[in-house]
């Protein structure tokens, strides 16, 4: 069928309606309700509706549509186009606990020192609960960076037997924001320009990421950090955590300050 004959939407979570306010965008919830407004039963019906996958949604969010498709009669001549991003980064790729933190997904390995994978957000991913703008905020992309630079580094350069897990540092980090990211496809690539691994207790990184969408570079960020094992760190902390602690202690008024009754673990 010639595309002068489809209509095209891109579908994306509720958290970018602001975004989906651009035709040809819809949030989940503006689609449904056009959908039971009849807004696409007026079309003729030779006309084929072509849904792409953007970000922020969900299997759930693709059973409704599909359910409401249906109900309206309008499955048949409905193409669905989901997003190929590949599985997820996994917990020990990117150091989240809850799966709706992961930002990327797909990472793969280009050459030996470079890396590509895709960006993904969930509707209900932490940056964006309490902050919207019709671009994709700069401290996602941020948070992404980091995934990226950990899941890098522990699934092809850390060593992975069971005797060596580390928690990273980072030392350094530039960024640089040249285009608004919108909640489409956006391709992430990591490039390691250093390493040094001659100590396993301390690991070395220096990676460069960069952002693209729409063959444009959104940002390019660059994290130099250290990978301690988690021992060496957990002393470190614990050093740091009770200077901390000494210091604060000093501050507090006379009256209320009795370090000889405060165990220091020393």
Known sequence: ???????????????????????????????VADLRAGVFRDETKERRLVLAEGQGLTSYDWDLIRDELEFQGLSERTVIHRSTRGPLGGHTDTHKRREENVLIA?????????????LRLHNDQEFQLDHQAGHVQGMVVLEAARQMYLAVCERHFAPNDAGHRYAYVFD????????????????????????DRSDPEMLVFDIQISFRQAGL????????GTAFHRALMAKRESRGAQRALRHALRQLPAELAEPDRLAWGE
């Open 106 to 118: 797909g990472l793969t390995r280009l050459t030996e020192t470079l890396f590509q994978a895709s």
């Open 172 to 195: 350094t980090l530039e960024a640089g924001f040249r285009n608004f990211l919108f909640p489409l496809e956006t391709l992430i690539e990591a490039e390691v320009l250093h390493t």
């Open 217 to 224: 570079q959104a940002a390019l960020i660059r994290m130099k």
């Open 1 to 31: 069928m010639p595309v002068s004959e489809s209509t095209t939407l891109f579908i994306v979570g509720d958290r970018f309606a602001d975004f989906a306010e651009q035709a040809p965008a819809r949030s989940v919830s503006r689609f």
